[in-house]
């Protein structure tokens, strides 16, 4: 039973790159979160979605894009990589139905330099 | 959302129970209390959740007062593997979004 997976574990980039963090899921969740965590902080959530062709901003959207084509996959792009940017993502799934809780990614750790 | 209000850290001598309080004063009718813990930089793990019953599985005891305006989650029998960031969260019946504070570190000490 894989849950939520993220790829990649790890990434290192340079000012102004950019990249796609990705996260699927395989419990037939349509709510899907990103969420950025800072060192000794709480999460704050990015993006999310309740379905697939539905988005919308969190608390911290800037300088990120999202879509959901599928139930399944909800990536992350970083179009250009700023050191703000420097952070751990954690994917997030739950089902629709209210107060089930949300499973989470192992996480992408996400340094640029 | 309500805000919730939780210490900054707590330790806990092995084997012996851990009981984390959180306030969450402002708390409306229709919001759940949940409990997630973060174990060194791994992706969150649900514990508990509810609405104004006690509740237990096999992780952990959930006690909420009778005025709902706050909480104690409660490890039986703490293990060094419990040393974790602990989060109180208060969340609509009906919203699916969690706002994380800045929790509790719990340290379970041998």
């Known amino acids: 039973n894989a849950g939520v997976t993220q790829t990649p574990k790890f990434r290192i980039l340079k000012i102004g790159q950019s990249m796609t963090l990705q996260c699927t899921q395989d419990?037939?969740?349509?709510?899907m979160y990103w969420y950025r965590q800072d060192p000794g902080m709480g999460l704050k959530l990015i993006y999310y979605s309740v379905g697939a062709g539905i988005t919308d901003k969190g608390e911290v959207p800037n300088g990120y894009n999202v879509s959901r084509s599928t139930t399944e996959d909800f990536p992350l792009r970083l179009e250009l990589a700023a050191p703000s940017q420097t952070s751990v993502y954690f994917c997030?799934?739950?089902?629709?139905?209210?107060?089930?809780?949300?499973?989470f990614g192992d996480g992408t750790r996400l340094s640029i330099l | 959302d309500a805000k919730t209000t939780q210490p900054t850290s707590m330790d806990c001598a092995e084997g012996r129970a851990a009981n984390l309080p959180c306030n969450h004063s402002?708390?409306?009718?229709?919001?759940?209390v949940y409990w997630y813990r973060q174990i060194h930089s791994q992706g969150p793990q649900y514990i508990i959740h509810g609405l104004k019953n006690n509740e237990t599985n096999e992780m952990a005891s959930l006690i909420i007062t009778e005025d709902r305006k706050s909480s104690t989650l409660i490890l039986p029998h703490a293990t060094l593997r419990d040393t974790a960031v602990y989060y109180c969260i208060v969340k609509e019946t009906s919203g699916s979004r969690l706002t994380f504070g800045e929790g509790t570190q719990l340290t379970v000490n041998p």
């Open positions: 997030a799934s739950t089902a629709s139905y209210s107060n089930q809780p949300q499973h």
């Open positions: 402002t708390i409306s009718g229709n919001e759940y």
């Open positions: 419990m037939n969740h349509n709510y």
